[in-house]
């Protein structure tokens, strides 16, 4: 293994670092040290497969801690392996791949209509704030919470600044923790509340009714995973904004998105996810002694798994740097192709089961968003990418003439 700790490296150059040493490595498995730890950097979808393949890795100890407590919630669905990740990942899947999807989205655009109507005129807004408390007041309607709409204000900035602060340890994550333990402290009181009464449909009630091996979760671990569905969703404000430089950048994709192409807005959301950064990378640490295209990975070794780097691989997408919805019209997508959130089966692995409401809901505002009238004023629109999560520095004001 490398001798050089990359920690440094990592916060200094964000999504850059790992595609940098692929590259200084002929794109093949790069070794090297982060956090005092060996690891060993791949991509491509066979990477993927090798990263998501069952008995291959663990995440329970290769997740850092600030990431837990900011991003995830201590005990959380992430932070398990094996049996206990199957039994709890259930819940998630049966909220999140069924007919609720369609439900969501549809509630997403009218909370969008709602808001946009009274937005006022001459007046510059930021729309990633806007879209954040548009989306929460959408899933939190749509899982049952019973919140006023000072509280979803409030609930929608502390979910935006979970998701901020997960990557740093400056005051960013210190604004992360605090919304941790202010909404984890809330909804524990609600999920208490909810329990007094019988077990009905409505997400909010099953995830406050859900039982593990050791029986019925307690009151703060239900409450991590009530917001480990609101959290996720809220954070397709930062697809939306990212939507929104695209649309600034290359206006012609709007026409097709107005006409309610359903078929292209698909394409389009596709390309924002692969095209715009979220995730750097992701992590796992190696069980056993494994190979990986020839490169032994000692067990205990961490696996980082180059998202950015494959959602802009030359071998993989053609001009990767060229925003092109059309490369996914009649494109069959493979498991391990664009993997923001993950690769492989949402059902039995660590794919995201909310992915298919992450489409269907920014395919629903990104219609909504090419139909509204509005201008960009002079602003910032630059996205640093050793930032994480990264975003449009001015995160899109935009003004209603």
Known sequence: MADLDQTFAVALKGYAWLPDLRRRARGGPVLTRVMGQPAIGISGPSAAQFFYGAGNLERHTALPGLVVHTLFGAG?????????????????????????????AKLAGEAFDEASAGWPRDTPLVLFDEVARIIARAVTRWAGVPLSDREVTTLARDLVA????????GPRAARALAARRRQEHRLSKIIAEVRRKPPSESPLSVVAHHTDEQGLLDPRTAAVELLNIIRPTTAVAWFVAFAAHALDRWPRHGFRLRDGDDEYTRAFVHEVRRFYPFAPFLGGRAVRDLFFQGEPIPAGTMVLLDVYGQHHDPDLWEEPYAFRPERFLGREIGDFDLIPQGGGDPRTGHRCPGEKITIAVLGTLVQRLAALDYYLPPQNTDIDLSRVPALPRSRIRIVLP
């Not at 959380?76 to 969501?104: E, N």
């Not at 979970?162 to 340890?169: E, H, I, K, L, Q």
């Open 76 to 104: 959380a669905v992430h932070t398990l392996d094996g049996a206990a990740h199957r039994h709890r990942k259930a819940l998630f899947t049966g909220l999140l791949l069924g007919d609720g999807i369609d439900t969501l």
């Open 162 to 169: 979970m998701v901020d602060g997960f990557a740093t340890a």
